[in-house]
């Protein structure tokens, strides 16, 4: 079945090429009592970034955004970037004991959530495309993060707090800017307190009724 005849699919983004993500979750949403399916079948997933500097607000807004895409119906998912070394687990728990003792992935299950941990033990991290490729299909991936990556539409998230100059002059994927204050750009600035003006633009950018 061609993903074309699907009625459910969201058109891809306009600022930069579209963007497929494949995933054998996929299969299901594409499946009928008529057809066989067989492999990987393609699904399209909106993608959206925020890109800013540490303490600008990035995290606080997308918390504000995400119920508000969430009461419009669509399934977001979330993909964070850090330069920092994390760990989700506790040491001295089982599922930490079998990564230490050299297992390359963990899968924890509940009735509540599943987590899957893999351990990259010297290989390349992937790449973003990589990343997304990994979700369950979804309507829409936010990403806090890579902020130098071509892949996708971003909002710059700044505060002249910081310190800093704002950084969309040296990122053409970024669109726009969310701010607290007055900027000298050609972008469209928004009022980064005002989340619901911000979550307005991003559907509209990604051209999602």
């Not at 963007?19 to 594409?30: D, E, G, L, Y």
Request: aromatic content about 8%; proline content about 9%.
């Amino acid at each position: 079945k061609n993903p074309e005849d699907c009625p459910n699919r969201l058109p891809p983004f306009k600022s930069t090429p579209p963007f497929i993500a494949r995933n054998p979750a996929s299969v299901m949403a594409f499946s009928d009592s008529h057809t066989h399916l067989t492999g990987h079948y393609w699904f399209f997933m909106k993608v959206f970034g925020f890109a800013g500097y540490s303490g600008s607000g990035k995290t606080t807004l997308i918390e504000q955004l995400i119920p508000r895409f969430a009461a419009k119906g669509l399934k977001v998912s979330l993909i964070k970037h850090t330069h920092h070394g994390f760990d989700i687990d506790r040491p001295g728990k089982d599922s930490y004991r079998h990564r230490e003792a050299g297992c390359s992935e963990v899968l924890i299950a509940s009735n509540q959530r599943w987590v899957l941990m893999h351990e990259l033990r010297g290989a390349a991290e992937p790449s973003l495309r990589e990343q997304i490729e990994l979700l369950s299909p979804c309507d829409l991936v936010l990403v806090e993060g890579f902020k130098s990556s071509d892949l996708i539409p971003k909002l710059e998230v700044y505060r002249p707090a910081t310190g800093k100059a704002p950084i969309h002059p040296e990122y053409p994927n970024i669109v726009a800017v969310a701010s607290d204050a007055k900027l000298d750009t050609t972008l469209p600035v928004l009022d980064l307190n005002d989340p619901g003006a911000i979550a307005r633009f991003i559907l509209d950018h990604l051209e999602i009724p």
